[in-house]
């Protein structure tokens, strides 16, 4: 069972404006939540991240926002740049302190951003 | 440079052969994860360690599979008798216990089964 989903494989975005990534989850123990950056030959790299206490987090020009009643977070990049062309994955924690820390992520999404 | 290592980038194996990865975590981490990577699939769990104790196993790591951290410090992965199936990129991250901290990842170990 996919309990973390990235139901858009892929993304394209013109340069300037504003991409958003999409990811819901299913299990409400899920209690943090995580996005990584990946690109082609490397490990995926840490982002953002928000606790389920908070509804938004930002960071430069990333922004994450957290829906807890419709198990849905999103990503936002304003503004996007050619840079930031890698494939996005969502992670979510069951209970950080207590579970061991491990990660659970989807199935991640290729953002394209054209110049 | 103080993240994770792994090594070898690439194995490239028959099948029925043995092959062993291993991971150097960030030095300060306590924890070490092991994680497996397939085309269009995010990285699925296997196993983590807490210093050199193995806390959790997934049931995607069959018997064929086993990991150790002898001292606490850097980890191997063996795969024994590989199969096709085996083939993907294999991944290790660490992080630290009981802080709200992400894991960080090294840049894996893609492994090719014929």
């Known amino acids: 069972d996919q309990q973390v989903k990235q139901n858009s494989p892929s993304l394209s975005v013109q340069e300037g404006r504003i991409s958003i990534l999409n990811c819901d989850y299913t299990?409400?123990?899920?209690?943090?939540f995580l996005w990584y950056k990946k690109y082609p030959a490397e490990g995926p790299t840490f982002l953002i991240s928000?606790?389920?206490?908070?509804d938004k987090n930002e960071d430069g020009r990333f922004t994450v926002f957290l829906n807890k009643s419709a198990k849905h977070l999103s990503l936002h990049i304003v503004p996007s740049q050619p840079g930031d062309s890698a494939v996005y994955f969502c992670?979510?924690?069951?209970?950080?302190?207590?579970?061991?820390?491990?990660?659970?992520f989807g199935q991640g999404t290729e953002l394209s951003v054209k110049p | 440079d103080t993240g994770v290592s792994q090594n070898p980038r690439h194995k490239i194996t028959k099948r029925g052969q043995n092959v062993t990865f291993r991971c150097d975590p960030i030095?300060?981490?306590?924890?070490l994860y092991w994680y497996r990577q397939t085309l269009g699939q995010g990285p699925e769990f296997l196993t983590y360690?807490?210093?050199?104790?193995?806390?959790?196993k997934s049931r995607l790591l069959s018997d064929r599979f086993s990991a150790e951290r002898p001292k606490g410090s850097f980890s191997t992965l063996e795969i024994q008798r590989t199969e096709q199936g085996d083939s993907a990129m294999y991944l290790c991250?660490?992080?630290?216990?009981?802080?709200?901290?992400?894991?960080?990842f090294g840049n894996g170990t893609r492994l090719t089964v014929t």
């Open positions: 991250a660490s992080g630290l216990q009981g802080g709200a901290m992400p894991l960080h």
């Open positions: 299990n409400s123990m899920f209690d943090y």
């Open positions: 928000i606790s389920s206490i908070k």
């Open positions: 992670a979510a924690s069951p209970n950080l302190y207590n579970q061991g820390g491990k990660l659970i």
């Open positions: 030095s300060e981490h306590n924890r």
């Open positions: 360690f807490q210093n050199e104790a193995q806390l959790e």
